[in-house]
């Protein structure tokens, strides 16, 4: 069978949270051979999230970690620790001898069902470009005779991977063989998740280019606008309980 796809979703509790697995479901759906790993950042597994997945579309873990309160200031990476949570779980749910592929998927993205096929056949770490992203229309690697030698973009161009978590996958093998790689919190400057992770298991002359050689964007780093919720209520009003 080909490698499976494992995509790591962190996700949080908020007004358009079920929209947005709504769509991410309906994607993934249609990916064979995939397997979603939803890291909820909550003190426990919520309702809402657990009852969404056992509607059963698409195969799944379903985690959670809470991330303190002190690391929940603007300017502070998020996700850290979801993130690490679904690695430490691929550590000690998986072996040599299983074949995959993992993926960040952040739940407020778009993706194309194309970006799958193209990152199923990752070695060691692939790469490609990512649109809507760093104040451009696009970032991409740049790719000479078919090794990546550099980055377009048009923010903090001095990072060593100047990439966002949707630009890359990374071999199941690759994770279990670095079994301390791992998202930082100490140190970690805003913008340098990808790099600070990547330069833990990769090099740049060894990433592999996808979307012919970096020249296609099969994923847009969307971002979901705040809804107005100004009309609310202040107490319950409906004769029903709805879940939104
Ligand atoms: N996220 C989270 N907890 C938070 C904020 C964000 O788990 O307190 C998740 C969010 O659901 C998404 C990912 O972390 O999957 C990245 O967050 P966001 O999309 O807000 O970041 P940006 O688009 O600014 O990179
Ligand atoms: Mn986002």
Redesign the pocket.
Known sequence: PPPLIYAI????SRAV?KA?LTRLANTFRQVPHFHWIV???SASRTELVSRFLARGRVPYTHLHVL?PRRF?RAGMP??TE?RNAALSWLRAHRTATDSGVVFF?????TYSLELFEEMRSTKGVSVWPVGLVGGRRYERPIVEKGKVVGWYTGWKADRPFAI??AGFAVNLQVILDNPRALFKRRGAKPGMQESDFLKQITKLEDLEPKARNCTQVLVW?T?TEKVNLGNEPKRHQDSVLIEV
């Open positions: 979703t962190p996700t949080y949270q947005e890291v909820e950042d991330t929940k998020r996700a979801q998927a952040d739940d407020d993205n966002d978590m780093h971002r």
